[in-house]
């Protein structure tokens, strides 16, 4: 059973997992590239360090509500 953190510990527990995530990745040409979309995006974005370390040449990019129809080709 996996049990759930304490009430306190909640927000710095899933906010370092939710800092290192990728939402779409896709290979072309040998070269990695990874996407994270964010709707309600308003602050700097920075590419997961571990993603970047473990995949060294690969590209990250954001993609938001504004751009979303130019990413999915519409």
């Known amino acids: 059973m996996i049990r759930r953190p304490p009430r306190s510990t909640l927000f ?3 906010t370092l997992f939710r800092s290192q995530e990728i939402d779409y ?3 072309s040409g040998g070269l990695l590239q990874a996407f994270e979309f964010k709707w309600k995006w308003q602050k700097k974005f920075r590419p997961p360090s571990a993603f970047l370390k473990a995949y ?3 590209q990250v990019g954001l993609v938001t509500k504004d751009d ?3 990413f ?3």
Request: charged share 15%; no cysteine.
């Open 12 to 14: 710095p527990y899933t």
């Open 68 to 70: 979303f129809a130019g």
């Open 72 to 74: 999915v080709g519409g």
């Open 56 to 58: 060294s040449g690969s």
């Open 25 to 27: 990745i896709e290979e």
